[in-house]
């Protein structure tokens, strides 16, 4: 079993900042990806931030040249950068950590982000 513990949100003007965190417990040496979504008000959830085991990292193009994902593996801990915050921005934030078969897949609580205009 994996735990993760996120925190970080709030509330924040357009063109604001937040920094994310996801720090996890538990048996985590069979993750090999850990990985930010969101979910706004009657939308699915989406990928937003992606970085493996390695180091490689995906974003959404939606979050391109804004958010970076980053990762201190002596804390068990990914952190999600967000820059120049647009109001569709808004959304709860999940954090997950999976194993690359997806047979280990495991969320945080979520923490809510909401980005004024």
């Known amino acids: 079993q994996v ?18 965190s996801c720090a996890a417990s538990g048996s ?11 979910q ?11 970085i493996t085991s390695s180091g490689r990292t995906n974003y959404a193009d939606s979050v391109k040249g804004r958010f970076t994902i980053s990762r201190d ?7 999600l950068q967000m820059n120049s915050l647009k109001p569709e921005d808004t959304a709860v934030y999940y954090c997950n950590a999976h194993s ?7 969320w945080g609580q979520g923490t809510q982000v909401t980005v004024s205009s």
């Open 40 to 50: 706004a008000p009657g939308k699915q959830r989406e990928l937003v931030a992606a």
């Open 73 to 79: 593996n002596a804390k068990n801990t990914v952190y």
């Open 3 to 20: 735990q993760l513990v996120e925190s970080g949100g709030g509330l924040v003007q357009a063109g604001g900042s937040l920094r994310l």
């Open 100 to 106: 690359y078969d997806r047979i280990q897949d495991y």
């Open 28 to 38: 985590i040496f069979s993750i090999n990806s850990r990985d930010w979504y969101r």
